[in-house]
């Protein structure tokens, strides 16, 4: 496609519940990025991607968030026992080249709430 | 840490003026300072990056300036439109590939 394409749009889950949310980043781009939203707030860092190797995870709040790209294209992002301080829109940003010259392009993100 | 900080946090102009946002960052060792328009609902999309050996990036009505050693940049809108009603971020990559944001400036162009 010719943009990031994210999904689901809306999620909505109980608490405790496992989610999985997955990213399609434009096609060719090496690098791959997830963020976490917050309402009223900027995107915070979760992890990095360039192609199947997960360079940065510093991002990540718990060991209950996990991220992989196996196969260097498609990543999925997965919660496990959700809690209500999970609840917000992540986004997913792919970048062309792997190194800091190119600019990141975003999805719509996934908007998440736990109830 | 690097910190950002978006000034105003909010701003609301009427249609045809020129405007100025304000972002700075506590720590100058960056790769890149990135603007960004993020609309409702909306992912963010990319306006202007500028290298941290570069002072300005320009694109249409769009000027970025950049000032790494004071940690300030600015972003000009020129004869604002309606259409430029959004909310708008500023990003700075240290070169870990992480950007850090702003909270943003959410910005009301009145018709």
């Known amino acids: 496609g010719a943009g990031v394409s994210q999904s689901p749009r809306y999620k909505v889950a109980k608490r405790g519940q496992d989610v999985a949310l997955r990213c399609d980043p434009i096609s060719g781009h090496v690098s791959l990025f997830w963020y976490q939203q917050a309402l009223g707030q900027g995107p915070e860092f979760l992890t990095y991607?360039?192609?199947?190797?997960?360079?940065?995870k510093s991002g990540l709040p718990s060991d209950r968030f996990f991220a992989e790209r196996p196969e260097g294209s498609v990543s999925t992002l997965k919660i496990q026992r959700t809690q209500q301080e999970d609840s917000a829109v992540y986004l997913c940003a792919s970048s062309q080249d792997r190194i800091s010259n190119q600019p990141q392009h975003f999805g719509d993100g996934t908007r998440l709430s736990i109830l | 840490k690097q910190e950002v900080t978006q000034i105003p946090a909010a701003l609301s102009v009427p249609e045809g003026e020129n405007l100025v946002l304000n972002c700075s960052f506590t720590?100058?060792?960056?790769?890149?300072l990135q603007w960004f328009r993020q609309d409702p609902g909306k992912g963010l999309t990319s306006l202007l990056l500028?290298?941290?050996?570069?002072r300005e990036q320009t694109s249409g009505r769009l000027n970025a300036s950049l000032d790494k050693s004071s940690g300030r940049s600015t972003l000009y809108i020129a004869a604002s439109q309606p259409g430029d009603s959004a909310t708008y971020l500023c990003?700075?990559?240290?070169?870990?590939?992480?950007?850090?944001f702003g909270s943003g400036t959410r910005l009301q162009v009145q018709p």
């Open positions: 991607f360039q192609n199947e190797a997960q360079l940065d």
């Open positions: 500028i290298q941290s050996s570069q």
């Open positions: 990003a700075v990559d240290t070169g870990r590939r992480a950007l850090t």
């Open positions: 720590d100058s060792a960056i790769y890149n």
